[in-house]
T-cell receptor
Framework: QQQVKQSPQSLIVQKGGISIINCAYE??????FPWYQQFPGKGPALLIA?????SEKKEGRFTISFNKSAKQFSLHIMDSQPGDSATYFC???????????FGKGTRLHILP | DTAVSQTPKYLVTQMGNDKSIKCEQN?????MYWYKQDSKKFLKIMFS???????INETVPNRFSPKSPDKAHLNLHINSLELGDSAVYFC?????????????FGSGTQLSVL
């Protein structure tokens, strides 16, 4: 059972555009929602994360929007740059649970 | 200084062989993990150790045996390698088991079984 569904599988955006990746979760016990960024040949690295007590978190050009009632959250990359080209994973877990559940990833390509 | 380091970076071997991947973290974290990433980039947890104690074993074939000599090291030994074991294996660590809000990943070991 896939508990975190991520879409789209791949995304192509023009430089300067907005990249949007969506995730939906099933387990209402989840209370931590990170996004990881992975460049080719590297391990994933934490990009930004949100807890369900807020509806939005912004760090530079990266914003997470969170909709608790819909059980959905999304990553917005403003002014997308070629250096943002990577695979992005949403994830979810709950405190005191060792297992973080990853989405299947989105391959983002920013056209120069 | 690399926070989570794993060796080797690439591993090419024949079916039926036994191989090991080593992982070390210098972050002082209590919890370490092994993840498998398949060709479609799907990340799946295999094992988790907390202070040398196994806490997660995600229905992994018993050909895979993790070993944690101390909390800074978590090695993965694979017996009788099969074609389907070909993947990228990532070691990761986090501060503790109760609040693993940030995972630190190594750069991965690309295993190719021929």
């Amino acid at each position: 059972q896939q508990q975190v569904k991520q879409s789209p599988q791949s995304l192509i955006v023009q430089k300067g555009g907005i990249s949007i990746i969506n995730c939906a979760y099933e387990n209402t016990a989840f209370d931590y929602f990170p996004w990881y960024q992975q460049f080719p040949g590297k391990g994933p690295a934490l990009l930004i994360a949100i807890r369900p007590d807020v509806s939005e978190k912004k760090e530079g050009r990266f914003t997470i929007s969170f909709n608790k009632s819909a059980k959905q959250f999304s990553l917005h990359i403003m002014d997308s740059q070629p250096g943002d080209s990577a695979t992005y994973f949403c994830a979810a877990n709950r405190a005191r649970d060792d297992k973080i559940i990853f989405g299947k990833g989105t391959r983002l390509h920013i056209l120069p | 200084d690399t926070a989570v380091s794993q060796t080797p970076k690439y591993l090419v071997t024949q079916m039926g062989n036994d191989k090991s991947i080593k992982c070390e973290q210098n972050l002082g974290h209590d919890t370490m993990y092994w993840y498998k990433q398949d060709s479609k980039k799907f990340l799946k947890i295999m094992f988790s150790y907390n202070n040398k104690e196994l806490i997660i074993n995600e229905t992994v074939p018993n050909r895979f045996s993790p070993k944690s000599p101390d909390k800074a090291h978590l090695n993965l030994h694979i017996n009788s390698l099969e074609l389907g074991d070909s993947a990228v294996y990532f070691c990761a660590s986090s501060q503790d088991r109760d609040w693993n809000e940030k995972l630190f990943f190594g750069s991965g070991t690309q295993l190719s079984v021929l």
